[in-house]
Antibody, heavy 118, light 106 residues
Framework: EVQLVESGGGLVKPGSSLKLSCVAS????????MHWIRQAPKKGLEWIAL????????YYADSVKGRFTISRDNSKNTLYLEMNSLRSEDTAMYYC???????????WGQGVMVTVSS | DIQMTQSPSVLSASVGDRVTLNCKAS??????LNWYQQKLGEAPKLLIY???NLQTGIPSRFSGSGSGTDFTLTISSLQPEDFATYFC????????FGSGTKLEIK
């Protein structure tokens, strides 16, 4: 069974940093691209980042480019999202999701909440 | 960016009803449209991929159709566990989501 478990969220002040983790199990993590998606309170879903299976390519939404960094450690079956210069508008539930060729986001984690507030 | 518009935003229905949820893309996305179900506190679940392909383990009462810019998700006979929020998602050109349809009990 595919499982994705996010952690690392919390309450932080504007301008600060936070690093999210997503531990994967139930599939060969090193063979699949991975995504981060977020959902602000009472708002829709927003894709924010993609990393290829071998970290050879990374893509970001304009809203986070230059501030967020996606990375992975295939030896630990873990995906990361390093978030810098956090703003109030980054307040959201953050989900990791597994990619699949042709299907794209086929499995998601339950999400982790990030709140940016002074 | 491709915009995805879902309608209605809220749909009230009863167990046993046949319901149709709509999703419209701002430009042609070919067949690259997925549907997800989201319940409070749970991970979103893939129901339908690439317009009309049922994800493994999803009941056959769920079906999808459409092409180009207009797509639908149909639930043939609502079950109690189907009351949730449904959102569409295009992966033809980058990745964008619809704003969701909340399916509630009448």
């Amino acid at each position: 069974e595919v499982q994705l478990v996010e952690s690392g969220g919390g309450l932080v002040k504007p301008g600060s940093s936070l690093k999210l983790s997503c531990v994967a199990s139930g599939f060969t993590f090193s063979s699949y691209g991975m995504h981060w998606i977020r959902q602000a309170p009472k708002k829709g879903l927003e894709w924010i980042a993609l990393i290829y299976y071998d970290s050879s390519n990374k893509y970001y939404a304009d809203s986070v480019k230059g501030r967020f960094t996606i990375s992975r450690d295939n030896s630990k079956n873990t995906l990361y999202l390093e978030m810098n210069s956090l703003r109030s508008e980054d307040t959201a539930m953050y989900y990791c999701a597994k990619d699949n060729i042709g299907t794209t986001l086929d499995y998601w984690g339950q999400g982790v909440m990030v709140t940016v507030s002074s | 960016d491709i915009q995805m518009t879902q309608s209605p935003s809220v749909l009230s229905a009863s167990v046993g009803d046949r319901v149709t949820l709509n999703c419209k893309a701002s430009q042609n996305i070919n067949k690259y449209l997925n549907w997800y179900q989201q319940k409070l506190g749970e991970a979103p679940k893939l129901l339908i991929y690439n317009t009309n392909n049922l994800q493994t383990g999803i009941p056959s009462r769920f079906s999808g159709s459409g092409s180009g810019t207009d797509f639908t998700l149909t639930i043939s006979s609502l079950q109690p566990e189907d009351f949730a929020t449904y959102f569409c998602f295009q992966h033809n050109s980058w990745l964008t989501f619809g704003s969701g349809t909340k399916l509630e009990i009448k």
